[in-house]
């Protein structure tokens, strides 16, 4: 059974920083694409970065210089590093999988999902 459990979400102001972790099990972590998407009540969940089987990783442009995604192969963790925090960016993050792809999209849509971890920033 595949399972993707996020942590690390909290309460900050902004310009601060966050850590989020994903741990994954049930599931070849390092094939395919890994990621980060982001929901805020009442709007359509997007896309926040991805990192491949190669550790490419790519960007959507509102977190773009500000947010980092990377692996560590040893315990299935993904993480996001998050400085520079916005109000803006307050929402529910989800980590995300897509298993078997080599090229990752930011139009491609995860197979697999935690259950959220949630980041507030305030003002």
């Known amino acids: 059974q595949v399972q993707l459990v996020e942590s690390g979400g909290g309460s900050v102001q902004a310009g601060g920083s966050l850590r989020l972790s994903c741990a994954a099990s049930?599931?070849?972590?390092?094939?395919?694409?890994k990621g980060w998407f982001r929901q805020t009540g009442g709007k359509q969940r997007e896309w926040v970065g991805w990192?491949?089987?190669?550790?490419?990783?790519n960007y959507a442009d509102f977190v773009k210089g500000r947010f980092t995604i990377s692996q560590v192969n040893a315990g299935n963790t993904l993480y996001l590093q998050m400085d520079n925090l916005k109000p803006e960016d307050t929402a529910m993050y989800y980590c995300?999988?897509?298993?078997?792809?080599?090229?990752?999209?930011?139009?491609?849509?995860?197979?697999?999902w935690g259950q959220g971890t949630q980041v507030t920033v305030s003002t």
């Open positions: 995300a999988a897509l298993p078997g792809a080599s090229f990752c999209s930011s139009y491609y849509w995860p197979k697999f």
């Open positions: 049930g599931i070849t972590f390092t094939d395919g694409c």
């Open positions: 990192v491949s089987s190669g550790r490419t990783t």
